[in-house]
């Protein structure tokens, strides 16, 4: 039975007291998105395998060992969506949004499922943030795409952030690093992780992102991408650091930045917290020119970027960066007597329709416990309707936080609850 009351491993419940922060963190991240002409879309929780499969790459660890896969009862096989990429990817083609003014700005804020082993800020299912910009190559888009989520972590207050960017170039600059990369490797070959073994004939380039500890020490001194990127890569990536060094914005190039999903190209970037406890790494981003042709359009550029919204929530509340949330209630009605219980009920409906929360007893509680749940309640006035207020249409509006009360027409409460509001 214990399963019936414990939900699976690595989910979460947001519960009242959580969803009012999720909602504001949502608020701001769409007003910022607004600001930068992003526009929301909503694909679906799974898509066919196969898109994952070639838009995220199977030489993923997401890929090899994180998604949730199943056939469905028709036979087909079905992914939960692992990150938000390749449905927005699949999308801008199925609906060909391509037609319209491009480039393509789209956001998202959506559940996303992965079989990893579950901590503080890593979960089977999370959430992201994201955003992807489809149809424009130069670096203009890769400096304003950096900049969106720069302005929704400063906003949001996210202490200690960090930004690292680096450019891993394009499939002409890596056929070369690929194999400076191979001759580097191979002297150590044996030692390798299994998965690392495959990537070494498949994608070299992935080995740099193994999480296994001997293949991180076997990285140590490897060759690094950019070292050998072409011109026009390193073209775009200076571009790019002229546009954030003119816009002020703060980073660091860090050349050991790989990122987890295959078809990324030229730049990459993250942003790190350096708060402990919260998995560094907030936002992961970066330009995958290839995916578009990958999954069957022609060749478009683009550039997204997610953001763990648990461990933006993680990081937030260790520094206190939330602000003062509630939903508690406008008004409280308590009623004494049968007459003033019917009379409350449409009086109540009333003034929601005009704007004002409002909450009354269900319990048939005495006056004493009215009070004692509207304290327990947080709100923020309270008014006592009996015989005598109902026949005179009058009543004392009581201020909980101050103890005043004021004597007013019904029939202006609403008014008189808003201006002090
Ligand atoms: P990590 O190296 O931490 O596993 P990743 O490279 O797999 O991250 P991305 O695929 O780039 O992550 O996803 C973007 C962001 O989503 C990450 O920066 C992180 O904040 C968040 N994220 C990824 N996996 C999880 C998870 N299992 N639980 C919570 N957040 C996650
Ligand atoms: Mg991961």
Same mark, same amino acid.
């Given at each position: 039975? $214990?399963?019936? @009351?414990?939900? +699976?491993? !690595? %989910?979460?419940?947001?519960?009242? #007291? ?5 909602? *504001? ?50 036979? $087909?096989?079905? @992914?939960?969506? +692992?990150? !938000? %990429?390749?449905?927005?990817?699949? #999308? ?5 949004? *391509? ?323």
């Amino acid at each position: 039975m $214990r399963m019936l @009351t414990k939900a +699976p491993r !690595g %989910t979460n419940d947001i519960i009242p #007291a959580e969803s009012v922060k999720w909602r *504001y963190i949502e608020d701001v991240t769409g007003k910022i998105c607004k600001s930068y002409g992003f526009k929301e879309i909503r694909t679906p929780l799974f898509e066919h395998t196969e898109l994952f499969e070639r838009g995220v790459g199977d030489t993923t660890d997401v890929v090899q060992k994180e998604m949730y896969t199943f056939n469905d009862k028709g036979g $087909r096989s079905i @992914t939960l969506r +692992p990150e !938000g %990429t390749a449905g927005a990817a699949r #999308a801008y083609l199925e609906r060909n949004l *391509y037609a319209e003014a491009q480039p393509t700005k789209l956001y998202y804020n959506i559940s996303c499922y992965r079989y990893e082993k579950p901590q503080a800020g890593r979960l089977r299912e999370f959430h992201q943030f994201g955003a992807e910009c489809y149809g424009a190559k130069g670096p203009a888009v890769d400096a304003e795409m950096i900049m969106l989520a720069e302005n929704v972590l400063t906003e949001l207050k996210i202490p200690g952030i960090k930004l690292n960017i680096n450019s891993i170039g394009c499939p002409t600059c890596r056929a070369e690093y690929n194999r400076a990369l191979r001759e580097y490797f191979s002297g150590c070959y044996d030692e390798l992780c299994d998965t690392c073994k495959s990537r070494y004939e498949k994608n070299p380039l992935r080995i740099l992102d193994c999480k296994s500890p001997v293949c991180k020490k076997l990285c140590e001194g490897a060759p690094m991408l950019l070292d050998y990127i072409c011109e026009e890569c390193s073209e775009h990536f200076e571009g790019l650091k002229k546009y954030l060094d003119a816009s002020h914005v703060p980073y660091n190039v860090d050349p050991t930045i790989v990122r987890g999903l295959d078809y990324y190209t030229k730049t990459v970037f993250e942003f790190k917290t350096t708060l402990e406890g919260t998995q560094g790494t907030v936002c992961g981003g970066g330009r995958y020119d290839g995916l578009i042709e990958e999954i069957g359009g022609s060749p478009t550029p683009a550039i997204g970027f997610a953001m763990g919204m648990e461990r933006i929530l993680l990081a937030m509340e260790a520094a206190g960066s939330l602000p003062e949330l509630d939903e508690n209630p406008d008004l409280f009605v308590a009623t004494i007597g049968g007459e003033a219980d019917i009379f409350s009920m449409n009086f109540i409906k009333n003034l929601r329709q005009e704007g004002i929360s409002a909450a009354r007893d269900y319990l048939d509680r005495s006056l004493k416990a009215q009070m004692k749940y509207a304290d327990k309640l947080g709100a923020r006035f309270s008014l006592v309707l009996g015989e005598t207020e109902v026949n005179e249409k009058r009543a004392k509006l009581k201020n909980m936080t101050t103890g005043e009360t004021k004597e007013i027409d019904l029939c202006d409460i609403a008014k008189a609850i808003k201006e002090e509001l």
